[in-house]
C-alpha cells in the first residue's frame, strides 16, 4: 500500500520547471499589486473629485498661512502683539492691499478686458486677413494653401460640422455642473475661516501634531516625523518663494509690454503673475496671445520680435537673478518636475485640486527618494 501511494506521488519539479513557477508567481504578484495600486489611485482621485468642493478651498488656507504665517511672526515677536490680534491685523492689512489694488488696478483691468472683448470680432478679422494676405503674397502660402483645400477642404467642413453638435451637447452638459460650482463658492467663503485657525494653531500644531500619530515612540515614527517636517519644509519655501517670483515676472511683464505700447499688457501680465505659481506655466499661457496681438495691432515683424524679446527678458530675470535671490537652491524642486506634475495631478487627480496637490505630492516624492534611495542616510 506504501509502495502504491509513493509510485503515485507526484515527481519534485526540476531546476528549470522551478525557475519557471517562481517567475511566474512573482509576474502574477507584480500584476496584482500593479492592479491594487491602480485600484488605490482611482479611489484617491475620485474622492478628490468628489470633495473638491471642501478641499480646495483648504488647500487654499493652507496656501496663505504658509504666506501670512512671517507677517504674524513678525507683529507676535518682534512688537510684542498677542497671536490673535497679530493675525487679525495681517488679515486687515491683507484686505487692505485688496482695497487699494481694486481702486487702482481693478479698474484698469476690468476696462482693458471690456475693451477686449469689444473688439474681439474686429481682432479677429484684422488677424484673419492678416493671415489671409500673407497666404495670397507668398509662394510657398499660396502653394499650402492649394494643397490644403484639395486635400484636407472636405474633410474640414465634414468635422465642423460634425463638431458643432457635439460641442453644443457639451456646452449643455456643463450647465449641470453649476450646482457644484456654487458649492465651491460657498467653500471659498470659509477660507477666511480655515486661515484664522490654521495661523491660530500653528503653535499647538508645531508642539503636539506627533502626539496624534498613530504610531508608539520608535524608530519608525521618529523617521515618519522627519519626513514630514522635511516635505513642510519645502513646501513652506516653495510657496513663499514662488509667489514673490510670480509677481516679479508679472510686474515685468506688464511694464515691457506697456513700453512697447501693447494692447492688453495689464490682462497679459496679470495673468502671467497669477499662474506663475507654477513656474514658466503662465510665461508659455500668455506668450502666444501676446504674440498674435502685437501682429494684428501693428502688423509688422518688429513688435512681435519686441513681444519676445520682454519675454526672453523676463525669463532671463527670473533665471539668473530673481529665483537664486528668493529661492535659491533651498527647495530641490526643477521647474519641469513641477510642470509635468501639476499637468499629470489635474488628469489625474480631478481637475483644479489635482494640479494643486501635485506640488506637495512632488516634495513627498523627492524627500523620500533623496532619504531612501538617492543618498544614503548620514
Known amino acids: 500500500m506504501i509502495e502504491s501511494q509513493n509510485s503515485m506521488s507526484l515527481p519534485s519539479p526540476s531546476p528549470r520547471q522551478a525557475k519557471i513557477l517562481w517567475v511566474s508567481l512573482t509576474a502574477l504578484a507584480v500584476g496584482v499589486i500593479v492592479v491594487l495600486l491602480g485600484l488605490v489611485a482611482w479611489a484617491f482621485a475620485w474622492t478628490i473629485d468628489r470633495l473638491s468642493s471642501v478641499l480646495l478651498p483648504l488647500a487654499v488656507a493652507g496656501v496663505l498661512a504658509y504666506l501670512f504665517d512671517p507677517v504674524v511672526d513678525l507683529f507676535e515677536k518682534r512688537f510684542k502683539v498677542p497671536r490673535t490680534r497679530a493675525i487679525l491685523l495681517t488679515l486687515f492689512l491683507s484686505v487692505l492691499m485688496v482695497f487699494i489694488l481694486a ?124 519626513v514630514i517636517n522635511a516635505i513642510n519644509d519645502h513646501l513652506i519655501v516653495f510657496f513663499r518663494g514662488q509667489v514673490l517670483v510670480a509677481a516679479c515676472v508679472g510686474t515685468i511683464l506688464t511694464l515691457g509690454f506697456s513700453a512697447i505700447g501693447l494692447n492688453y499688457s495689464l ?32 502688423q509688422d515683424w518688429l513688435h512681435p520680435l519686441l513681444v519676445l524679446a520682454v519675454f526672453a527678458f523676463a525669463q532671463m530675470a527670473e533665471g539668473l537673478y530673481i529665483s537664486p535671490k528668493i529661492i535659491g537652491d533651498r527647495v530641490g524642486l526643477h521647474p519641469m518636475t513641477i510642470i509635468i506634475a501639476v499637468m499629470a495631478g489635474t488628469t489625474l487627480l480631478g481637475g483644479i485640486l489635482g494640479g494643486v496637490l501635485a506640488i506637495p505630492l512632488t516634495a513627498a516624492l523627492r524627500v523620500l527618494m533623496f532619504r531612501y534611495v538617492w543618498k544614503k542616510r548620514g
Open 103 to 226: 481702486a487702482t488696478v481693478v479698474p484698469q483691468l476690468v476696462g482693458q478686458v471690456k475693451q477686449l472683448i469689444d473688439d474681439f470680432p474686429t481682432r479677429a478679422d484684422e488677424f484673419r486677413i492678416v493671415v489671409s494676405q500673407w497666404f495670397e503674397k507668398s509662394d510657398f502660402g499660396a502653394k499650402a494653401r492649394e494643397a490644403w483645400d484639395s486635400k484636407y477642404g472636405a474633410q474640414t467642413k465634414d468635422f465642423l460640422t460634425k463638431a458643432l453638435p457635439a460641442t453644443s451637447q457639451w456646452v449643455l452638459s456643463q450647465i449641470g455642473r453649476v450646482a457644484s460650482w456654487a458649492g465651491l463658492l460657498a467653500g471659498f467663503a470659509l477660507v477666511p475661516v480655515y486661515l484664522f485657525y490654521f495661523l491660530k494653531e500653528k503653535s499647538g500644531i508645531q508642539q503636539s501634531w506627533t502626539d496624534y500619530m498613530p504610531l508608539k515612540e520608535s524608530r519608525v515614527k521618529d523617521e515618519l516625523v522627519f
Open 267 to 298: 490682462i497679459l501680465g496679470v495673468v502671467a503673475g497669477v499662474l506663475g505659481i507654477i513656474p514658466y506655466l503662465g510665461v508659455m499661457i500668455s506668450l502666444i496671445p501676446a504674440v498674435l496681438l502685437a501682429v494684428v495691432q501693428f
